[in-house]
């Protein structure tokens, strides 16, 4: 089954700019689509960006269009989230995430496969 790790996370500045990566130990099929959610403490999980397998369609958060750009490598089996304009709202552990229905709105519960997730805080 799929495995997938995520890397990048860290502490950054207000403003500032981190790049997420996901690798997946197998690859997926092509009607899956993957992308990332994020879970503040205190909160629930929340979706953040999916794309679909081919890369041509992409979908984001509200909170975060225009700040995050989410891009595939498939022959390399990975995922990225290019995260600027940081805020201390985007504070949380970000998870990769591979499903056939990661088009928004989606519910966490349905997601089938998640990683272990890498924090990201953001300090004022």
């Known amino acids: 089954q799929v495995q997938l790790v995520e890397s990048g996370g860290g502490l950054v500045q207000a403003g500032g700019s981190l790049r997420l990566s996901c690798s997946a130990s197998t690859h997926t099929f092509n009607n899956y689509l993957m992308g990332w959610f994020r879970q503040a403490p205190g909160k629930e999980r929340e979706f953040v960006s999916s794309?679909?397998?081919?890369?041509?369609?992409?979908y984001y958060a509200d909170s975060v269009r225009g700040r995050f750009t989410i891009s595939r490598d498939i022959a390399k089996n990975a995922l990225f989230l290019e995260m600027n304009t940081l805020k201390p709202d985007d504070t949380a552990v970000y998870y990769c995430?591979?499903?056939?229905?990661?088009?928004?709105?989606?519910?966490?519960?349905?997601?089938?496969?998640w990683g272990k997730g890498t924090l990201v805080t953001v300090s004022s």
């Open positions: 995430a591979a499903d056939t229905a990661l088009t928004p709105p989606v519910a966490a519960q349905n997601v089938a496969y």
């Open positions: 794309i679909s397998w081919s890369g041509r369609s992409t």
